[in-house]
T-cell receptor, first 111, second 112 residues
Framework: AQSVTQPDIHITVSEGASLELRCNYSYGATPYLFWYVQSPGQGLQLLLK??????LVQGIKGFEAEFKRSQSSFNLRKPSVHWSDAAEYFCAVGGNNDMRFGAGTRLTVKP | DVKVTQSSRYLVKRTGEKVFLECVQDMDHENMFWYRQDPGLGLRLIYF???????EKGDIPEGYSVSREKKERFSLILESASTNQTSMYLC???????????FGDGTRLSIL
């Protein structure tokens, strides 16, 4: 079965700084990969997804992620963070009729 | 716009009570899921359903049961609530199990 690791439990960045959230997965075939965001008190919202093709995918709210097969990674990036980006971010891997979520990374944005 | 609706945002119950959490989706999805979310543990799958009246256990089914009598509705049942079931519960649906899931806003359940 597939698995997902998000190495960073909590990250703090200053508003306007760039952001990269790490995600590593384990899966024997080409996975489906997802990033979700959860604002306080809310459910999860899909930010972006990778199924195949171009390894750099664009999502909502100015986020992008890059699939690197050689590193089994799918890191999320944003060039300039806004205070409203403070939330919890979950990476997920789908395949083999299953979906697995990482434990999440909490993002704090400093003024 | 697609929607997954959970019947309660906040719920307070007593130990030993039978608790029902309801979830409705309007996307005609085959698959529906119940997760439990606790700090530091991420999302843990309790049960999922791939069709009406069909269900499979997830990673942590103990103490829970589910019901899916209609395609759009998936209920989570705590047969005899205990304090260690205090948590955030999230419902989700998808067209296939490996496809993007659509989530409700969650029910924060407190068992006293």
């Amino acid at each position: 079965a597939q698995s997902v690791t998000q190495p960073d439990i909590h990250i703090t960045v200053s508003e306007g700084a760039s952001l990269e959230l790490r995600c590593n997965y384990s899966y024997g075939a080409t996975p489906y990969l997802f990033w979700y965001v959860q604002s306080p008190g809310q459910g999860l919202q899909l930010l972006l997804k990778y199924f195949s093709g171009d390894t750099l995918v664009q999502g909502i709210k100015g986020f992008e992620a890059e699939f690197k097969r050689s590193q089994s990674s799918f890191n999320l990036r944003k060039p300039s963070v806004h205070w409203s980006d403070a939330a919890e971010y979950f990476c997920a891997v789908g395949g083999n009729n299953d979906m697995r979520f990482g434990a999440g990374t909490r993002l704090t944005v400093k003024p | 716009d697609v929607k997954v609706t959970q019947s309660s945002r906040y719920l307070v119950k007593r130990t030993g009570e039978k608790v029902f959490l309801e979830c409705v989706q309007d996307m005609d999805h085959e698959n529906m899921f119940w997760y439990r979310q606790d700090p530091g543990l991420g999302l843990r799958l309790i049960y999922f359903s791939y069709d009406v009246k069909m269900k499979e256990k997830g990673d942590i089914p103990e103490g829970y049961s589910v019901s899916r009598e209609k395609k759009e509705r998936f209920s989570l049942i705590l047969e005899s609530a205990s304090t260690n079931q205090t948590s955030m519960y999230l419902c989700a649906s998808s067209s296939r199990r490996s496809q993007p899931q659509h989530f409700g806003d969650g029910t924060r359940l407190s068992i006293l």
